[in-house]
């Protein structure tokens, strides 16, 4: 999501406490207004919010791309190759997943895990070049 529609989300309900009477079209160029006013140090913090939402994205795509590609390399982690039994609440069976199943949720884990160590140090490293400060 872009800088700006970071800023509308916070900055229309105030306009709408301020002129209830106006329409949308109107609310929305006063915003716009008050956008194009702001200084780049009051911009900074819906720009900073914009790129943590693309790192968010990129993450969970990243995240989905895994899935997939682990449940390729293990198709038996299909739900519906799992026996109900384990899947329905109500079951008194004591039966497990095969252990590989395990193995691979572990595996998928330790790629998640690297994944957000990957991003927050990415996050760390441009808000410490931005600012001047250290986030570790």
Known sequence: MS???FYRREAV???KEEHPDLDGKARHKIVRQRWRSLDEQSRLVYVM???ADRERAIYMNKLAQIKDSLLREHPELFLSQIPDSILTKTSQSKE???VYAFDALNKISAQLDAEKQAIS???NEFLSEESG???S
């Open 121 to 123: 140090k990415s996050q």
């Open 49 to 51: 919010m914009s790129r």
């Open 96 to 98: 497990m997943p095969p």
């Open 133 to 135: 400060e250290s986030f």
């Open 3 to 5: 800088a700006f529609r």
């Open 13 to 15: 309900p105030e306009v």
